[in-house]
């Protein structure tokens, strides 16, 4: 034979291979036909890998050990429509198994599946692509993966189709998505409410139960549940809940109301549309505890409400829970102890509550094994017992001063605080106190001081603090260790000033002082008890110390009760206000509130409102001029007063200060006017006694803001807020002349006028020493001037400045500050050097 050439072993073959019938009962085989480039085949091998893949998981398991998943994942974007939707069928039958969704997790199916999903327009892509995601959106990454990559905006669409199973499946995946709050609020941003309460009337339960499943998570957000409320989402449920062949849908449906009765409108709504007596009817009527439970969370949103309140009072709702309270299903007496709670905010319902025998109900759950449900009694008798002293005694009696105290032990938290509370509330009464700390409350109380949880702390504080006004508890407190753990819990409590503020209400500083004179007691914990609590107690710790450092900032609330004395316990200014008018000294209380009833304007001085300050663009200490408006309608905006004429660093001529004096006295003259015409009308019935509005002091601080904040330097601050304040306190007085000056009729006359021991600082037109440092420093700390407040003997008090001194250039004489004594009352705007002569004879007589 010859052999033959290149050319003739390259011609291609004409003929076609015959038709090969092939027939294979291996999975094995079936697998590697998947790589065939011949499309027919791999119609073929995806719908044979479908079929056996429905049998069952271990078919499913088999094939993915056969490595079946990795080329179906690729055939899902063939060029043939058939290949793609045969490889979808057989994935997504696939995905239903559990190691399978792990393997195919990691291939990165998802961009693929979404992209494919959101192309392609066959009904059996969709269902099968979507049953892929609804298998996957089981796991968490899964589920970031198909939100980041936009899954959702199709999946909302598909909510519409025509194919149930299409809508089942991208129900499900929604379903899962939305246990994560981004995905919740997209899903209402991209207009999800309208097409999940469609669904509520499919013909299909497993749908109907999806979407209220899916309406559970997404309704928890404030503006989705207004959309539903919009889109008359409130009817929807309530028909489902009329509906005794919807009885399957009741408890999903209640939970999904329960989360829409969290706002007052819908509240509202619910009241006005009948659904409060149709929730009363399903509490009545005997039915599975998934739906009680759910109709006690319903009625627990509405109690919210006093108007719907008072209208479950009338229904008698009380009794109702009570009967809830002893059947023995811990999650529905776990909800109706929390429907408790939450309608002893109503006085009637709290009375109510007392006289059925609730407290002795929940006295005994005390003893039951759930956390839960235990939490949920120990925050029902806390809200019980605050403020009454009939219920705090009915807990007593049934001796659940013991059984709390050995809550006090739990692990938590809740259980915790709420018990501590709940003693604190029983131990106000001596009888109470002395029954708990024989049952060793102070040694059950060391443990919850240890708690990093703020609530814990708090609660147990104050109880210590209640426990301590007993002779007993504080004997059985000399322990160190018990000391040292409730110094550091009430340093951590005094963070927060109304924790602060309840503490020393209790004694909590009185008695602190006293183990720190103690030498045995005192500790370095205790010293910083005390620090904390003065700290966050200002008028406190100007009464205890008679100085507040420049660091300490006067706030609304503040006041200045005097001196303290020895011995004796500081009282709150809620407790000041109620004591009748008496010949003591006055209470001075700063109200910074704005609460005017008009927005008028204040006098502004024509050179400052057409000449723009120097420093204006300027930012110091990145500060800028707050913008208030204070009102006081008089026929004087034209005319400047001295201190708003001094801001700007005008000299005047004696006879020009003397025409502005006279000019700025009535000014303020016309200010006071209006003070005591606001004061008229004023009953001390309508408000609290030294409480009302202070309309001085507001327009005191918007000049300060908004003509003394932006001036060059803060010597030129400090002295034109010395002159203001004089101005407002009656102007400069000269020594030989204090005796003439009639401060103390002028402070009578208000206390008899307002009836009460209490008067806002704006209201003192004639003050001496200590009124004017207490409104320097108050207005100081409104625009950022570093200043103290020190109290001396005899009516004397006086703030310090920190300021550089500089010379007639403007230039600073040396780097370091200087401290001054500001002259108030004789020569208003003059600083003293601290411990000059001038300075000396300024504190002292």
């Known amino acids: 034979m010859g052999k033959k050439s290149r050319n003739e072993r390259e011609t291609p073959i004409k003929e076609t291979f015959e038709p090969l019938p092939l027939e294979s009962k291996a999975p094995a085989t079936v697998v590697l036909l998947l790589n065939s480039p011949e499309e027919d085949i791999l119609i073929k091998a995806c719908e044979a890998i479908q079929t056996f893949a429905e049998k069952g998981d271990e078919n499913k ?461 005192r500790n370095s914990f205790s010293e910083l008890a005390v620090n904390s609590l003065l700290n966050s107690n200002l008028s406190f710790k100007y009464s205890l110390t008679s100085s507040l450092a420049s660091t300490d900032i006067i706030t609304c609330g503040f006041y200045d009760a005097g001196k303290a004395r020895p011995g004796q316990r500081m009282l709150t200014l809620e407790e000041l206000s109620k004591q009748p008018v008496n010949q003591r000294q006055a209470i001075i209380f700063v109200n910074k509130a704005t609460v005017l009833p008009d927005r008028e304007t204040v006098d502004v001085p024509e050179e400052t409102q057409n000449k723009p300050s120097e420093s204006d663009g300027r930012v110091r200490g990145e500060r800028k001029t707050p913008k208030v408006t204070v009102d006081v309608r008089d026929e004087t905006q034209s005319k400047p007063s001295e201190s708003e004429s001094r801001v700007k660093g005008d000299r005047k001529t004696p006879k020009k200060k003397k025409e502005e004096e006279q000019k700025d006295y009535g000014f303020m003259k016309k200010k006071e006017e209006k003070q005591k015409d606001y004061l008229q009308p004023e009953s001390p019935v309508e408000k609290p006694r030294g409480m009302m509005e202070d309309v001085s002091l507001q327009i005191l601080i918007k000049i300060a803001k908004e003509y003394i904040f932006p001036l060059n330097d803060e010597k030129e601050q400090c002295e034109s807020l010395a002159r203001l304040v004089s101005e407002a306190m009656g102007g400069a007085v000269e020594k030989e002349k204090m005796h003439e000056f009639s401060w103390i009729l002028h402070l009578s006359e208000l206390k008899i006028q307002l009836q009460s021991n209490v008067i806002p600082i704006g209201f003192i037109k004639k003050g001496i020493y200590y009124h004017r440092a207490l409104l320097f420093k108050s207005l100081a700390d409104c625009i950022g001037l570093s200043c103290t407040l020190v109290r001396g003997d005899y009516n004397r008090a006086w703030n310090e400045v920190l300021l550089f001194s500089r010379n007639s250039s403007n230039k600073l004489h040396s780097s370091q500050p200087c401290r001054y004594i500001v002259d108030l009352v004789h020569q208003p705007g003059n600083l003293f050097p601290v411990n000059s002569p001038a300075a000396v004879q300024y504190q002292t007589i």
Do not use: W
Not at 338 to 357: D, I
């Open 61 to 521: 398991v088999s094939l993915l050990g056969l490595g079946a998943l990795a080329p179906l994942c690729q055939l899902i974007t063939h060029n043939n429509k058939l290949v793609r939707r045969n490889a979808f069928m057989a994935l997504g039958i696939m995905a239903t198994n559990g190691d399978v969704r792990t393997a195919l997790k990691k291939l990165d199916a998802i961009p693929s599946i979404i992209e494919k999903l959101s192309l392609e327009d066959d009904t059996v892509v969709h269902e099968f692509a979507t049953l892929c995601l609804a298998s996957l959106s089981e796991d968490f990454l899964c589920k970031a993966q198909i939100f980041d990559n936009k899954g959702l905006p199709t999946l909302i669409q598909l909510l519409s189709s025509s194919d149930p199973d299409v809508k089942k499946n991208s129900l499900e995946t929604i379903s899962n998505l939305v246990q994560d709050y981004k995905s919740r609020l997209v899903v209402h941003e991209l207009g999800g409410i309208p097409p999940l309460l469609q669904l509520l009337n499919s013909e299909f339960p497993v749908i109907q139960h999806l979407a209220l499943k899916t309406l559970q998570h997404v309704t928890t957000d404030r503006d989705a549940n207004k959309t539903f409320r919009d889109k008359q989402g409130f009817e929807k449920l309530m028909g489902i809940l009329n509906n005794v062949n919807f009885s399957d849908l009741h408890a999903e449906a209640l939970h999904v109301l329960a989360n829409c009765l969290s706002d007052s409108e819908s509240v509202q709504l619910i009241h006005k549309s009948g659904g409060l007596t149709k929730l009363m009817e399903f509490v009545l009527t005997p039915s599975v505890p998934e739906i009680r439970s759910g109709v006690i969370k319903c009625i627990t949103r509405v109690a919210q409400s006093s108007e719907t309140c008072k209208v479950l009072h009338e229904q008698d709702v009380e009794t109702v829970l009570i009967e809830l309270l002893s059947l023995e299903n811990i999650d529905v007496m776990t909800s109706a102890c929390q429907a408790v709670a939450a309608l002893t905010f109503h006085p009637n319902s709290k009375e109510r509550f007392r006289e059925l025998g609730c407290i002795s109900v929940l006295v005994q759950l005390l003893s039951r094994e759930s956390l839960a449900l235990r939490e949920a009694a120990t925050q029902a008798l806390s809200n019980l017992t605050h403020n009454s002293e009939s219920n705090a005694f009915e807990v007593y009696e049934e001796g659940g001063d013991k059984l709390l105290i050995q809550q006090l032990y739990q692990s938590c938290p809740k259980i915790v605080a709420n018990s501590a509370a709940t003693l604190c509330n029983m131990a106000e009464h001596e009888i109470i106190r002395c029954s708990i700390l024989s049952h060793g409350a102070i040694q059950a109380l060391l443990e919850p001081l240890k708690s990093t949880v703020t609530q814990v702390l708090v609660n147990t504080a104050r109880c210590l603090a209640v426990l301590a006004s007993d002779e007993e508890a504080r004997t059985e407190s000399h322990s160190k260790e018990v000391l040292h753990i409730a110094c550091l819990a009430v340093n951590v409590c005094a963070s927060d000033e109304p924790t602060a503020v309840e503490l020393c209400k209790f004694g909590a500083l009185e008695i602190l002082q006293e183990i720190n004179q103690s030498k045995t007691r």
